[in-house]
């Protein structure tokens, strides 16, 4: 039997109650571990719909095929790309910068929120998203993303209005998209 098997380290990837996704501007250094506090510049969202949140990767490639046999020699990779989907519930001035960007919205002096739809760009922010995968852990997934697009907004009265919300993580210098951080807090 191996050595390294322990059923209690299989993972859940739960939110923190206290609050799991964190932004704030990319001239605001990303964590480079599991479990120093945050920068103060990092806001929370709030809380997120109970759908919680999908990391997805997807990749073209091509295979490169010899004549002799039509067997396959080499995969070619053309592109690569790892998204963020999530829903962040909540009505705030984090949320309205996240999906309108933070020149389209404009805090009152009572907190009231005027906000711009509008189709442009927004700027990348750094993503900070906190989950417990079991008991006595932390993982801090961190990374540089841009808003690629924003979901509809239902207004029915039995759900939630959040817009579900898509975000492209972009490559630093040496292509890498995400940095995970697993810590063992127990």
Known sequence: MPTNVNADHIGVGTGLVTGAIFVAPTTVALPTDGTTELAADYKCLGYTS??????????????LRVWE?????????????????????????????LIWGADMVVVGTNGALTVKHHGNDIAPVHIVIETVPFDGAVCRHCAKAQLTARGDS??????FSGREVTLNCLADGNGVTMTDYLAFTE
Do not use: H, M, W
Not at 50 to 63: M, Q, V
Not at 154 to 159: A, C, K, S, V, Y
């Open 50 to 63: 109970d759908a919680g949140l999908t990391i997805t990767e997807s990749s073209s490639t091509k295979s």
């Open 154 to 159: 239902t207004e029915n009265g039995q759900d």
């Open 69 to 97: 046999g039509g067997a396959e020699v080499r995969t070619l990779r053309f592109e690569r790309t790892e998204q963020l989907k999530f829903t962040p519930v909540e009505c705030n001035e984090q949320v309205a910068k």
